[in-house]
């Protein structure tokens, strides 16, 4: 017929069968006429489906049971499903083809489970298909260090006298300018009695930039260099990298711990018991990225606890060293400048020119290499070393110099190994060096050279309820000096509470004498108390007896004494007391055996910024200024420790904050009144060396009132109603008609909507600079 349809048999099978749920009654009507089961002159229904045909589906895809999010369309042929390559990745799986579908039947290491009556599909996969995870150290945003504009002057003032000793007094003081050109300080002392009445000692400009953690240093400096170079005061200029002012970064290298899982899972790291490390991970590999808290050998558990509570736990040894560098990581210094002669007693005393650099780079996990070179005059000199991790059995170093001078030449070696771990530690050093062997050092010192044996060994032993053991041996060896061979053994024992005892041994094997020591320590009134016996390599015993308390950092008194005899003669005695106030601190004391001499002495600093000035114990380093927009009395705290509170200024000087360490400033209005508002009470702020920084807390007045609106029949005005203050400050009206205004002024005006769209007002006056909520009472809201 034209126009006709023809379908399958299945298929009209499977229309029939619709149209029977479609319209009521239609089976079983074809049932009655048809009298064959309903089906009339229909074909029988197929009795096999192709297992090859292609199905197309909608699936949510799962890997290793966590749930993508990602709904896909997929194709099931028979056992076998192929999807779009580009829905896998989203799904987060690695792929390495190009193509735009897959069979996952291809891919060796993935399984498919098809969940029917969910319609999803479950896909197991080998590690190599998933994604890497870092997890485990937190990611603060690098955020540069606070300063302002600002000077401070740091004194101490000693005056001494007594007994036929003629009175001295000395001024010390460190003047510092400091801005975004960096810092300016000069240090010098002012004496009386002496030739010399003032001398100056270090004065140097410093700059610092902390994401190429560079210093530059210019004036009065002490080079910067290896750890087997030596270091000399030059006037003049040095260039390094410096790593103090970066201290979120770690720069030795750190072990991995890492993983994989096969299902979403929770991490821990156990180091030594205690719990350092932990986060939820996803399937796939995985290392945490975490500081252990050790430095030397030790031991981890990495503990990984699947989605079903089982745990498998896998012990890693490590060794940390920071005498390595990162891989990548390179540390520097370069100076040129002139020696600093007779430094502490002539003020402007410079000699010849030097010149010195020197260079680390972390190469591997366990290479570090050293390079150096000096140059002064007709000198040369040219060095080299590495440090070496040997697994996880220490490290081992080692570095040899040679020097040009005159014609002649020299050389210098080195040689070192430390190992450390929880309960033991040992160190080996060995130095040669030839007779004509000269550094920078060496010039500094005014040719006090020569050939030089050292070698060393020292090590230490945890001997837990028993206490400490020290070892060591030096054995020293000199041209221009007497030999010296030396042994001695220290141990500490810890008795009932905080108290020690304390025993040493030594042995001077080339003049054959002993000496040794025993000394008891037991706290004692927030002090320690300390009494032993002490002999000499002289032979000669001596009984000493000591107290001493610090002053409490937050103010007050505190005190040493201590007295000494040797075989039975008269004491040798002194004490001093020390008084700790805010702005400055007070010491006093006095010492001698047939005669006695007394001292007195006041430090402090003086701080000029944020338009004030601030008096307060010595300024070491870097320091805050508070500030609460001018309200006094409020308490400050820093790291959590109650450092002061505002003066009638509302300003209070933080005199001690580490450098470049993001520190938390807090400050306390629980005990503010009601009309006091601080929409920040807490900040973290780091503050560059040598500089201050004004922390604003917007602390202000607000006055507020209190009432009661009701309508002109005197009932309250329903919850909820909107009301405009002044028009601009928006609130509602609360139960029972309450209205709480945050900020009145002097004349106010409150439009508040009404349930039939209407609107009504209240007019009132107040006191702006009340101290406490204003109670208006009830009042009449007029249309």
Same mark, same amino acid.
């Given at each position: 017929?034209?126009?006709?349809?023809?379908?399958?048999?299945?298929?009209?099978?499977?229309?029939?069968?619709?149209?029977?749920?479609?319209?009521?009654?239609?089976?079983?009507?074809?049932?009655?006429?048809?009298?064959?089961?309903?089906?009339?002159?229909?074909?029988?229904?197929?009795?096999?489906?192709?297992?090859?045909?292609?199905?197309?589906?909608?699936?949510?895809?799962?890997?290793?049971?966590?749930?993508?999010?990602?709904?896909?369309?997929?194709?099931?042929?028979?056992?076998?499903?192929?999807?779009? !390559?580009?829905?896998? =990745?989203?799904?987060?799986?690695?792929?390495?083809?190009? *193509?735009?579908?897959?069979?996952?039947?291809?891919?060796?290491?993935?399984?498919?489970?098809?969940?029917?009556?969910?319609?999803?599909?479950?896909?197991?996969?080998?590690?190599?298909?998933?994604?890497?995870?870092?997890?485990?150290?937190?990611?603060?945003?690098?955020?540069?260090?606070?300063?302002?504009?600002?000077?401070?002057?740091?004194?101490?003032?000693?005056?001494? *006298?007594?007994?036929?000793?003629?009175?001295?007094?000395?001024?010390?003081?460190?003047?510092?300018?400091?801005?975004?050109?960096?810092?300016?300080?000069?240090?010098?002392?002012?004496?009386? *009695?002496?030739?010399?009445?003032?001398?100056?000692?270090?004065?140097?400009? &410093?700059?610092?930039?902390?994401?190429?953690?560079?210093?530059?240093?210019?004036?009065?400096?002490?080079?910067?260099?290896?750890?087997?170079?030596?270091?000399?005061?030059?006037?003049?200029?040095?260039?390094? =990298?410096?790593?103090?002012?970066?201290?979120?970064?770690?720069?030795?290298?750190?072990?991995?711990?890492?993983?994989?899982?096969?299902?979403?899972?929770?991490?821990?790291?156990?180091?030594?018991?205690?719990?350092?490390?932990?986060?939820?991970?996803?399937?796939?590999?995985?290392?945490?990225?975490?500081?252990?808290?050790?430095?030397?050998?030790?031991?981890?558990?990495?503990?990984?606890? %699947?989605?079903?509570?089982?745990?498998?736990?896998?012990?890693?040894?490590?060794?940390?060293?920071?005498?390595?560098?990162?891989? #990548?990581?390179?540390?520097?210094?370069?100076? /040129?400048?002139?020696?600093?002669?007779?430094?502490?007693?002539?003020?402007?005393?410079?000699?010849?020119?030097?010149?010195?650099?020197?260079?680390?780079?972390?190469?591997?996990?366990?290479?570090?290499?050293?390079?150096?070179?000096?140059?002064?005059?007709?000198?040369?000199?040219?060095?080299?070393?590495?440090?070496?991790?040997?697994?996880?059995?220490?490290?081992?170093?080692?570095?040899?110099? +040679?020097?040009?001078?005159?014609?002649?030449?020299?050389?210098?070696?080195?040689?070192?190994?430390?190992? @450390?771990?929880?309960?033991?530690?040992?160190?080996?050093?060995?130095?040669?060096?030839?007779?004509?062997?000269?550094?920078? *050092?060496?010039?500094?010192?005014?040719?006090?050279?020569?050939?030089?044996?050292?070698?060393?060994?020292?090590?230490?032993?945890?001997?837990?309820? $028993?206490?400490?053991?020290?070892? #060591?041996?030096?054995?020293?060896?000199?041209?221009?000096?007497?030999?010296?061979?030396?042994?001695?053994?220290?141990?500490?024992?810890?008795?009932?509470?905080?108290? =020690?005892?304390?025993?040493?041994?030594? &042995?001077?094997?080339?003049?054959?004498?002993?000496?040794? $020591?025993?000394?008891?320590?037991?706290?004692?009134?927030?002090?320690?108390?300390?009494?032993?016996?002490?002999?000499?390599?002289?032979? &000669?015993?001596?009984?000493?007896?000591?107290?001493?308390?610090?002053?409490?950092?937050?103010?007050?008194?505190?005190?040493?004494?201590?007295?000494?005899?040797?075989?039975?003669?008269?004491?040798?005695?002194?004490?001093?007391?020390?008084?700790?106030?805010?702005?400055?601190?007070?010491?006093?004391?006095?010492?001698? =055996?047939?005669?006695?001499?007394?001292?007195?002495?006041?430090?402090?600093?003086?701080?000029?910024? %944020?338009?004030?000035?601030?008096?307060?114990?010595?300024?070491?380093?870097?320091?805050?200024?508070?500030?609460?927009?001018?309200?006094?009395?409020?308490?400050?705290?820093?790291?959590?420790?109650?450092?002061?509170?505002?003066?009638?200024? #509302? @300003?209070? /000087?933080?005199?001690?904050?580490?450098?470049?360490?993001?520190?938390?400033?807090?400050?306390?209005?629980?005990?503010?009144?009601?009309?006091?508002? $601080?929409?920040?009470?807490?900040?973290?702020?780091?503050?560059?060396?040598?500089?201050?920084?004004?922390?604003?807390?917007?602390?202000?007045?607000?006055?507020?009132?209190?009432?009661?609106? +009701? !309508?002109?029949?005197?009932?309250?005005?329903?919850?909820?109603?909107?009301?405009?203050?002044?028009?601009?400050?928006?609130?509602?009206?609360?139960?029972?008609?309450?209205?709480?205004?945050? +900020?009145?002024?002097? %004349?106010?005006?409150?439009?508040?909507?009404?349930? %039939?769209?209407?609107?009504?007002?209240?007019?009132?006056?107040?006191?702006?600079?009340?101290?406490?909520?204003?109670?208006?009472?009830?009042?009449?809201?007029?249309?």
């Amino acid at each position: 017929m034209a126009g006709s349809l023809h379908l399958p048999a299945h298929s009209r099978w499977a229309m029939m069968f619709a149209g029977a749920l479609l319209v009521p009654g239609f089976f079983h009507a074809a049932c009655a006429e048809t009298g064959r089961d309903g089906y009339g002159d229909l074909p029988p229904p197929p009795q096999h489906i192709d297992p090859a045909a292609e199905q197309r589906l909608e699936l949510e895809l799962f890997v290793n049971g966590m749930r993508s999010g990602i709904v896909a369309p997929a194709v099931k042929q028979g056992s076998r499903f192929r999807l779009r !390559t580009a829905d896998m =990745r989203r799904a987060g799986i690695l792929l390495q083809t190009t *193509g735009e579908t897959l069979f996952l039947d291809s891919l060796e290491g993935l399984r498919a489970d098809y969940d029917a009556p969910r319609q999803q599909l479950h896909l197991t996969v080998s590690p190599e298909y998933l994604p890497a995870q870092r997890v485990g150290r937190d990611k603060r945003r690098f955020e540069r260090a606070q300063y302002d504009i600002g000077a401070l002057l740091n004194y101490d003032a000693y005056v001494s *006298g007594g007994d036929r000793t003629p009175v001295q007094a000395s001024l010390w003081h460190e003047a510092r300018i400091f801005g975004p050109a960096g810092i300016v300080s000069t240090t010098g002392a002012l004496r009386s *009695g002496s030739a010399k009445n003032y001398v100056r000692f270090d004065t140097y400009w &410093r700059w610092s930039d902390e994401r190429s953690m560079t210093t530059i240093e210019a004036g009065d400096i002490i080079t910067r260099s290896l750890p087997w170079a030596p270091a000399v005061r030059l006037g003049g200029l040095q260039i390094s =990298r410096d790593f103090s002012v970066r201290p979120d970064v770690v720069t030795y290298p750190l072990p991995e711990f890492a993983g994989s899982a096969a299902l979403p899972s929770t991490v821990d790291l156990v180091v030594h018991g205690q719990r350092v490390a932990g986060a939820d991970v996803n399937p796939g590999p995985f290392a945490l990225d975490t500081l252990p808290p050790i430095n030397g050998y030790g031991e981890a558990n990495l503990i990984v606890t %699947d989605m079903h509570g089982r745990s498998v736990s896998t012990t890693m040894p490590f060794y940390i060293s920071s005498a390595l560098l990162r891989p #990548g990581l390179t540390d520097y210094a370069a100076a /040129l400048g002139a020696f600093r002669r007779n430094y502490g007693m002539k003020n402007f005393d410079y000699g010849g020119l030097a010149a010195s650099a020197s260079a680390r780079h972390g190469v591997t996990d366990g290479l570090t290499l050293e390079v150096r070179a000096e140059v002064a005059d007709d000198m040369q000199l040219a060095g080299g070393g590495a440090v070496v991790k040997l697994g996880n059995f220490g490290t081992v170093s080692a570095s040899y110099s +040679r020097s040009f001078r005159d014609g002649s030449d020299g050389g210098e070696l080195t040689l070192g190994y430390d190992y @450390q771990t929880r309960g033991f530690s040992i160190g080996l050093r060995h130095r040669r060096r030839d007779g004509d062997y000269t550094d920078l *050092g060496l010039l500094d010192r005014e040719g006090l050279g020569g050939w030089e044996r050292l070698t060393a060994v020292t090590a230490s032993l945890s001997l837990g309820p $028993a206490g400490t053991l020290g070892i #060591g041996y030096f054995d020293f060896r000199q041209a221009l000096v007497r030999d010296a061979r030396l042994a001695n053994i220290a141990w500490a024992l810890p008795l009932w509470g905080e108290s =020690r005892l304390h025993a040493s041994l030594s &042995r001077e094997f080339v003049e054959r004498s002993w000496s040794g $020591a025993l000394t008891l320590s037991v706290p004692l009134g927030g002090g320690i108390l300390g009494a032993g016996v002490v002999q000499g390599q002289n032979g &000669r015993t001596g009984l000493r007896a000591d107290y001493s308390r610090a002053a409490p950092v937050e103010g007050g008194f505190g005190w040493n004494a201590n007295a000494v005899s040797e075989d039975g003669a008269s004491p040798y005695w002194r004490g001093d007391m020390t008084w700790r106030l805010q702005p400055v601190q007070l010491r006093a004391g006095a010492y001698g =055996r047939d005669k006695v001499t007394g001292w007195l002495g006041i430090s402090g600093s003086l701080v000029f910024m %944020d338009d004030a000035v601030f008096a307060a114990n010595r300024v070491s380093d870097a320091f805050a200024v508070v500030s609460t927009n001018g309200e006094p009395g409020i308490p400050v705290r820093y790291e959590n420790q109650l450092i002061g509170t505002t003066n009638a200024n #509302g @300003q209070l /000087l933080v005199p001690s904050a580490s450098a470049y360490y993001p520190g938390r400033y807090d400050i306390d209005t629980l005990s503010l009144p009601a009309n006091v508002k $601080a929409p920040v009470v807490s900040q973290r702020v780091a503050v560059a060396a040598g500089s201050g920084h004004i922390i604003k807390f917007p602390v202000e007045h607000v006055t507020a009132a209190r009432a009661t609106i +009701r !309508t002109v029949t005197g009932e309250p005005l329903p919850a909820g109603a909107a009301a405009t203050i002044n028009g601009t400050l928006s609130t509602y009206v609360g139960w029972d008609g309450i209205l709480f205004v945050e +900020r009145v002024a002097a %004349d106010n005006r409150v439009e508040i909507e009404l349930a %039939d769209g209407g609107t009504c007002h209240v007019t009132f006056a107040a006191d702006p600079k009340a101290d406490d909520i204003i109670e208006l009472g009830e009042l009449t809201c007029r249309r």
